[in-house]
């Protein structure tokens, strides 16, 4: 249903641009969230939220002002634009219908090292 890429591993401060490749028109009429879980736990941390048309957006305090949501739904493709990252935002980031996982694919590894 959806299909994450783009993590990689990157330095302190560095920047990645995650998608999420919807395989079917409905997904655009989902809110769409970025998730994310950090390898050894099992919750699942809400990082950012998306409306159909763009709006509204919404973020974790630990990732507003560094992180930026957008979809294209010409594409069927959301982003997840990620600057000046942090070690605490290594985690393997999934894109959903629901904070809970709902419709996530495989998820995409972020490792924020140096």
């Known amino acids: 249903p959806l299909a994450e890429s783009g993590g990689d591993l990157v330095q302190p401060g560095g920047s990645l641009l995650l998608s999420c490749q919807a395989s079917?028109?409905?997904?655009?009429?989902?809110?769409i969230f970025w998730i994310r879980q950090v390898p050894g736990k099992g919750r699942l941390e809400w990082v950012a939220t998306i409306g159909m048309d763009g709006s509204p957006t919404d973020y974790a305090d630990s990732v507003k002002g560094r992180f930026t949501i957008s979809r294209d739904n010409a594409k069927k493709v959301i982003f997840l634009q990620m600057n000046n990252l942090k070690s605490e935002d290594t985690a393997r980031y999934y894109c959903?219908?629901?904070?809970?996982?709902?419709?996530r694919g495989q998820g995409t590894q972020v490792t924020v090292s140096s």
């Open positions: 959903a219908t629901s904070t809970d996982g709902q419709n």
């Open positions: 079917e028109w409905r997904f655009n009429y989902y809110h």
